[in-house]
């Protein structure tokens, strides 16, 4: 599967964005999906993932709350809803697909395809 990944931009802090990945190829229901993001310096780190259902999410802790995961398979689309923007939520963001796994992995080993990335940056 392939991701392409758009929606990012700047934003000020308490501001809100909406990432979108668009999946190609076939069977992307088959797959769990994640988000990823790389601030400058620093290790790309987890953000959320979801199910191939979308029912189960799992986010990491420096999100939660705050971003919301969701996909439409009819579209072949997961999003990343933003809100209560962080300067610190400045990154590069990513999502990627993992075709064996249940949407709760935060180990990017385990996902098999990559978008190339959006950049979200957030003033203060």
């Known amino acids: 599967v392939q991701l392409v990944e758009s929606g990012g931009g700047l934003v000020q802090a308490g501001g809100s964005l909406r990432l979108s990945c668009a999946a190609s190829?076939?069977?992307?229901?088959?797959?769990?999906m994640g988000w990823f993001r790389q601030a400058p310096g620093k290790e790309r780190e987890f953000v959320a993932g979801?199910?191939?259902?979308?029912?189960?999410?799992y986010y990491a802790d420096s999100v939660k709350g705050r971003f919301t995961i969701s996909r439409d398979n009819a579209k072949n689309t997961v999003y990343l809803q933003m809100n209560s923007l962080k300067p610190e939520d400045t990154a590069v963001y990513h999502c990627?697909?993992?075709?064996w796994g249940d949407g709760t992995s935060s180990n990017e080993a385990e996902f098999e395809s990559w978008g190339q990335g959006t950049q979200v940056t957030v003033s203060s």
């Open positions: 190829g076939r069977r992307f229901s088959s797959y769990a």
């Open positions: 979801i199910s191939t259902s979308g029912v189960s999410t």
């Open positions: 990627a697909a993992d075709r």
